[in-house]
Each structure stands twice: as C-alpha cells, then as structure tokens.
C-alpha cells in the first residue's frame, strides 16, 4: 500500500474534529451549563480595549473551527485550545465563572485529548504558554507596574456577562 498524505490528513481533521466537537457537550459542574458559548468568539475591542494589552495571542473556539482542516500535528490544536485556557485565567479573576469553565476545558485537553492522541500513537505535550500573571508579562520592575493599568479583581471575562448576569435577577 503506497502512502497516501491526504488520506492521512483528512484523518487526523477527523481526529481532531471529533475532539473539538465535544467541547460544546462539556458542562459546568455548578450551573450544569455549556462552557463553549463563552469561548466562542473573541471578547469586543471597543467594550475590553485592557484584554487586548494583557491577552498578546488572543484566539476562541470560532477561530480554532476555521483551522481544523489545517492542523497537520494534534499539538498544533492542543496549544490552540491551551491558549483560550491561559487567556481566560490571565485577563479573568480566580473564582469567577470564566476561570472555572477555562479550569473545565483544561481539564478535558489533559484528561481526555492528550491521552487520546497519545493512545494513536501521536506524540503530544501540553505546551507551556507562561505564567498566569498579567504583570509579570508587562514588567517586574515597582515603577512600571504602578504606572501600568492593571485589571480590575471583579472584571469577568467580557463574553456574554450580561446573559449571566440578567439570570440573576
């Protein structure tokens, strides 16, 4: 049987596909809703103009769908899907709902999409993206910190706060 890169390919879009299809069964454990909605689309530049100071690789899962018949390693869309978890728990408050779906999508890469490529014989690694820390990235030096904006604590992820937050009322 000769070798055939296409068919190989086309696979491997399958592979990945299969994956990144099951990001949208995915439910949060506390309000038992769908984590993808938040992630879908990127967060509004006119409404969050501080995301894109602090977020230098900005990217969502509408972007990622646009590539799945790109990715010719499934690294290439485990670092994609890592970097909307790093963006989400950098920009976004620990304890926020955000940070917890970010935490769940997290945990379905090393729990379900690493072991399942590596089952195929593919070898993958979880990529390291960097500290969660915004200040970090912009400097260490005291002067420079203080003059910088920083987030604010209570700041959630832009991405459809308002449904979230209209539910409570």
Do not use: C
Request: aromatic share 12%; proline share 9%.
């Amino acid at each position: 049987p000769s070798y055939q890169p296409s068919s190989a390919m086309s696979n491997l879009a399958k592979r990945i596909k299969l994956s990144f299809d099951y990001i949208y069964e995915i439910k949060d454990d506390v309000t038992n809703e769908p984590i993808a909605p938040i992630f879908n689309t990127m967060p509004d530049k006119k409404l969050y103009p501080d995301y894109y100071d602090i977020i230098t690789t900005p990217t969502s899962l509408n972007s990622i769908k646009k590539r799945l018949n790109v990715y010719t390693t499934p690294n290439e869309f485990i670092k994609d899907l890592a970097q909307i978890v790093w963006n989400a728990k950098t920009y976004n408050e620990q304890g926020s709902f955000v940070y917890r779906f970010a935490e769940k999508l997290d945990n379905f890469i090393l729990s379900n999409v690493i072991p399942k490529f590596k089952k195929l014989g593919y070898d993958v690694v979880y990529p390291n993206l960097g500290p969660n820390d915004p200040t970090a990235a912009i400097s260490t030096t005291a002067t420079s910190v203080a003059t910088t904006p920083q987030p604010r604590n209570d700041q959630l992820h832009p991405h459809h706060e308002e449904e979230y937050n209209s539910e409570e009322e």
